[in-house]
């Protein structure tokens, strides 16, 4: 399919959803970033600003070199020439012309007040700036889009001046006017309406960069296609600033998936998961659970008559099948299980309980009571997973025989912090091991501590690395004696995975989300 010719799928992760407040990207990252999407089969991905940014200017001479695009041209973004500077002679546009992009998108004012109190020029300046500086480039070869900032308030406040703006830039050359919705104040039936109207007043094509500060940047791009718009712009997992731009996924999947429109090739939309999360791990940036689509609770069922419906039919409970975007159906073990619940988990796991109404009982039974004394298994799939295990084949996975654990924590003279000493006494492989670890903290001592120990029988456990850590306080009003629940993921450098404990103390839940986390992790690479 043509991805650069009647609709355009147009990523702007790298520049505007770079914006993010605490985002912060090098040009390996924006390197690799490119890549990914390109993985999604959009038509176009927006590098960043070239001459106002040396870290863009960069990005751009090193991708010559380094990206191979399959799919997406390389666009550069940049203003318009400077009031009185010729287009030719304005250091900017130098810029542009100079970053080897054959795309350039140019921002230009459509709002008569911000081009008079902003850019301090005239109106009819305003047009000449952004008149000569698509003629110009695209008489140097450049396709040009052209990115009519804050469009829809200026419509709303001079109307005819903003479809001035979108005809000089028509009658210049500009492939594509995008109508930004700058401040993200838009809903989606007055967008609708001004991107009809413009489309009929000016003949021009049209696109649409919407932001999420009404929480309608999604429905706000919807509705400007369904109005006549052929070019949509947004950020993978919905970055940007303030409250992020339209998620681009979002975008293309409700397009494709719900209103029929192929925009990008389907067995490339099904990369959709796989590669928001990639770009989650190149940001640092996780994308939301509940995120539409790609989140890991977007196709997740919990209760125990969702349940019982999706194993009769998966579409009973969900609006389509998850793999149409890469994802997956997940069934939540938590106190609200029934049988089916855990029956359909037991069989997405790798055990078939079907025929075992005992087992399926006891095991939902154990869970109810667990999660009445605080444990949490909707976010720990492998505590879940070695808990059917114990069930099921009568032992509980174990590669250790723990003999005895403790944490000290000092302040030692001279030292400013305090230093945390934890000593594990066990049993791997037949061979008693003694192990003393240090850590900033009793928990990173005793993470220290333990895999010191096991790694010395199983050398496995090298590859597993501690990547988050979460403690909630279960019945706050105890004070300090409270019971507390840790989550802990850790990870292969491939997969990761989720473990839980409680305790009466933090340590003592750390200490057994460590120890089910390195079994598991045994588990899978040992079996």
């Known amino acids: 399919m043509d991805l650069h010719g009647d609709f355009h799928v147009y990523d702007t992760t790298m520049r505007d959803g770079a914006q993010q407040e605490g985002l912060n990207l090098s040009v ?32 751009f001479r090193r991708a010559a070199d380094e990206l191979d695009l399959r799919h997406a041209r390389l666009a550069a973004f940049g203003a318009t020439r400077k009031a009185g500077v010729a287009a030719a002679d304005d250091p900017q546009i130098a810029a542009l012309r100079e970053s080897g992009a054959s795309v350039v998108t140019l921002v230009g004012k459509s709002h ?14 305003n047009l000449a700036m952004v008149g000569d500086s698509i003629a110009h480039l695209v008489a140097e070869g450049r396709e040009v889009f052209l990115d009519a900032e804050h469009f829809f308030d200026g419509f709303r406040r001079n109307r005819d001046y903003a479809l001035e703006v979108v005809r000089t830039a ?14 993200g104040g838009m809903l989606p039936d007055w967008v609708g309406e001004i991107v009809a109207d413009v489309i009929a007043s000016t003949g021009a094509r049209v696109g649409i960069h919407a932001h999420n500060d009404t929480g309608c940047a999604v429905a706000n791009s919807l509705a400007a296609v369904q109005a006549g718009a052929t070019h949509v712009q947004g950020c993978i997992n919905g970055y940007g600033e303030r409250t992020g731009n339209a998620d681009l996924v979002a975008v293309v999947a409700n397009l494709q998936l719900k209103l029929g429109r192929t925009v990008v090739p389907a067995e490339l939309l099904r990369e959709s998961t796989r590669i928001a999360h990639a770009v989650a791990d190149v940001t640092n940036f996780p994308p939301a659970s509940r995120q ?6 977007a ?13 009769v039919d998966p579409d009973l409970y969900q609006h389509m099948d998850p793999t149409g975007v890469g994802n997956d159906m997940r069934l939540l073990v938590s106190d609200m299980a029934g049988r089916a619940s855990i029956e359909l988990k037991g069989k997405e796991l790798g055990f078939d309980l079907s025929g075992d109404r005992d087992l399926v009982t006891r095991v939902t039974d154990r869970v109810k009571i667990l999660e009445q004394r605080g444990y949490t298994f909707e976010a720990a799939d492998a505590s879940f997973e070695l808990l059917l295990t114990e069930e099921v084949e009568g032992v509980r996975p174990a590669y250790v025989e723990v003999e005895s654990w403790r944490v000290i924590t000092e302040n030692r003279a001279g030292v400013e912090d305090a230093v945390s000493e934890a000593t594990v006494k066990l049993k791997a492989a037949g061979v008693r091991y003694v192990v003393t670890g240090e850590g900033n903290g009793p928990v990173n001592a005793l ?14 456990v090298a590859k597993f690395e501690l990547i988050d850590y979460k403690v909630r306080i279960l019945d706050q ?3 300090t004696d409270a019971v507390t629940r840790v989550l802990i993921e850790t990870s292969d450098g491939v997969s990761s995975w989720v473990t839980v404990g409680v ?9 057994e989300a460590l120890l089910d986390g390195l079994t598991y992790g045994l588990r899978r690479h040992t079996t």
């Open 477 to 479: 009003g105890h004070g």
């Open 112 to 125: 008569d007040r911000h081009v008079e109190l902003a850019l301090r020029t005239t109106l009819a300046e």
């Open 292 to 297: 539409p689509y790609v989140g890991t609770s």
């Open 503 to 511: 305790g009466a103390n933090v340590i003592e839940a750390s200490w």
């Open 170 to 183: 028509a009658e210049a050359g500009a492939s594509v006017i995008a109508l930004c919705d700058t401040n």
């Open 28 to 59: 390996a990252d924006k390197l690799t970033i490119a890549r990914l999407i390109d993985g999604l089969g959009v038509g176009y991905i927006e590098g960043g600003w070239p001459g106002a940014n040396p870290k863009d200017t960069e990005f």
């Open 299 to 311: 196709f997740a069922h919990k209760a125990g008559l969702h349940a019982s419906a999706i194993k």
């Open 447 to 460: 993470d220290s501590a333990l895999r010191q120990a096991i790694g010395q029988a199983f050398p496995e």
